[in-house]
Each structure stands twice: as C-alpha cells, then as structure tokens.
C-alpha cells in the first residue's frame, strides 16, 4: 500500500486527481444541460409532462436516494479506514457500497420493467423520452461505478498490493458523482410538474 | 473524520425525509414549493460534494466552480419554472 501525502490546497490536486474533477464537472454539465431541456419542454407540455409525471412512482425514486447516500456514506467511510492502513474494514465498507448499488439497480429494473409492461416507452412523448433517456444513462455510471468499485476491492486485497488511498479517492469521487447526479436527476424528473 | 460523516449521512437522510414530506403535501403546480424543493435538494448535492467527497479540503477554485455549476444549472431550471 502506498501512503504519499497530497497538499489538497494545491489547484492541481483536488482530492481523487483532477481528471476524475474534469469528468465529474463534464457528466454535471451534459446532465445539467439535459435537465434544463427537461424543464424547457415541461413548460410548453405541461399537461403532456404533469401526467406522465403521475405514473412515475416517486417512492421507488426516494428508496434508490436511501441506497445511493447510505452506499455514499459507507464509500467515505471505506477510504477513511483505507487511510488509517484498516484494510480489512475497508474492504467491508466497500462491499456495503457495492450492496446499495446493486440494490439501486434491482429497484430500477423493477421500476422498467413496470414501465415497459404499461407500455411506457420511449417513444409515447417527450416526457418518457427524457426519461428513459436521463435515468438510463444515469444507472450506465452506476454499474461503471459498480464495476470499478469491485475491482478496487479486489486489487486491493492482493498480496503486494499497489493500491494507493488516492485511488481509493478516484474511485469514491466516480460513485460520489452518480450520487450528485442522481440528487439533481431526482428533484427534477420525478418531483416537479 | 470524527463523526462529521455520521452527522452528514443523518442530515441527508433527514433532508430526503423531508422533502419527501413536502412533495406529498404539495398542491399542482406551486412554484413556490417546486422552488424550495430544488433548493432542499441542492444543499443536499453541496453536503455530499464538500464532505463525502472531500472538496472542503481542496483549493477554493475546486470549491467555487463546483458551486457556480449548481447555481447556474438550478437558476435556469428556476427561471423556466
């Protein structure tokens, strides 16, 4: 395990690396631009998106926030052990994250699958567009997210690993921005209107 | 960290409560209500940016940026509301 101290202060060094910091403002800007189409159209269609809104379950929407922050707060806590050389415990809270999004995703599939068996598709207007398109798109980063969060798992419960807290951080900025874009997706797609 | 996570992840959870709270309660359309809201939900973004993902400890131009991001993003929204 690798343990280089950072000066977090300096611009170039944002904690995580400042690419990951590129990439999160770049996703923000694109789902941001996207939202504000959302809203955009939403107020020349209003009736179109008010009841399309009321057959979107906003429920399930505020369980997958639970399981999105709990899984957030268990990531913080994984790189807080990591730091303090708690591997083992890191590993734990790694897992636990892992779980929140797993569960993310099975109550999304569930959420399509009832959408997809009323026939709430894509192509019934503009609203379900957004949608599907907004929501989908966010739970692509979150199996990436996923994905890179078992791998660090496992590289960093080798023998020699190499696995620095910065790439722990790197790791945690990525699930953290499925986070930041779920809380401004949320609001807008599931609530207003 | 102390236990600043611990209070962070209650006061999210408590600001998903409540804002859960004031969609139900929410009569059509009340802009008012769709503005405060949005804005329950950007206090959330910005606690989950500067403590779960540590931006407190980065230099403020990190700090500033992620801010003007959300300010402009929620002001558009706001403004075609």
Redesign the interface.
């Given at each position: 395990m690798n343990a280089t101290k950072i000066d977090y202060k300096n611009i170039y060094y944002p904690p995580g690396g400042i690419l990951i910091w590129i990439i999160i403002f770049l996703e923000l800007l694109t789902f941001g631009m996207a939202l504000v189409a959302f809203v955009h159209d939403g107020t020349k269609n209003y009736e179109v998106f008010h009841q399309s809104k009321l057959q979107l379950n906003a429920t399930l929407g505020l369980i997958n926030t639970a399981f999105l922050l709990t899984s957030g707060y268990f990531m913080a806590k994984a790189v807080h052990e990591f730091e303090a050389k708690n591997i083992s415990k890191a590993s734990l809270y790694l897992k636990i994250t892992a779980l929140g999004g797993i569960l993310f995703i099975v109550v999304k599939c569930f959420e399509y699958s009832a959408k997809i068996e009323h026939g709430l598709t894509p192509e019934v207007n503009s609203f379900y567009m957004y949608y599907w398109l907004l929501t989908a798109f966010h739970l692509i980063h979150v199996v990436v997210g996923l994905v890179i969060i078992l791998w660090t798992n496992y590289s960093m419960k080798k023998t020699n690993s190499d696995t620095a807290a910065e790439d722990l951080k790197t790791c945690g900025a990525f699930w953290h921005m499925c986070d930041l874009i779920w809380l401004l997706l949320f609001p807008v797609v599931y609530l207003i209107f | 960290?102390k236990l600043s996570?611990e209070y962070?992840?209650i006061a999210?959870?408590t600001l998903?409560l409540i804002?859960?709270i004031v969609?139900m309660k929410t009569s059509?359309?009340n802009t008012a209500i769709?503005s405060l809201?949005?804005i329950l939900?950007a206090v959330?973004?910005i606690l989950?940016?500067f403590?779960?993902?540590?931006?407190k400890?980065?230099?403020i131009?990190?700090k500033l940026?992620?801010s003007f991001?959300?300010t402009?993003?929620l002001t558009?929204?706001l403004l075609?509301?």
């Open positions: - | 960290m996570k962070t992840f999210l959870l998903t804002s859960s969609t059509e359309g769709y809201l949005l939900w959330k973004f989950v940016a403590d779960f993902m540590e931006l400890k980065a230099n131009f990190w940026s992620l991001v959300l402009l993003i558009i929204i075609f509301l």
